[in-house]
């Protein structure tokens, strides 16, 4: 069993930034895949960024240039810098991973709004 333990989100205007962090209850082998989805209200849920073995990252299109994954594999961390945040990407983040099944966070919520 894996608890992934989000936290980060809030409220930010548009252009700003955030930064979400999860962290996984006991260690995650670096070659298991670690990400970040995202769903809104009335669409289904959707992968952001994805990083895996070797540190290969995976982005949504309209995310690429202003979302940056990164991982600590000695922590069994994963984190999500957002920067020029869009009202678009208001959403419930959850964290990912997979190991042996997949594995989900409670979720962050994300509001971007002036």
């Known amino acids: 069993q894996v608890r992934l333990v989000e936290s980060g989100g809030g409220l930010v205007q548009p252009g700003g930034s955030l930064r979400l962090s999860c962290a996984a209850s006991r260690s995650i082998s670096s070659k298991n895949p670690m990400g970040w989805y995202r769903q809104a209200p009335g669409k289904q849920r959707e992968m952001v960024a994805v990083?895996?073995?070797?540190?290969?990252?995976n982005y949504e299109d309209s995310v690429k240039g202003r979302f940056t994954i990164s991982r600590d594999n000695a922590k069994s961390t994963v984190i999500l810098q957002m920067n020029s945040l869009k009202p678009e990407d208001t959403a419930v983040y959850y964290c990912y991973t997979w190991s042996s099944r997949a594995y989900w966070g409670q979720g962050t919520q994300v509001t971007v709004s002036s």
């Open positions: 990083i895996t073995n070797g540190g290969s990252t």
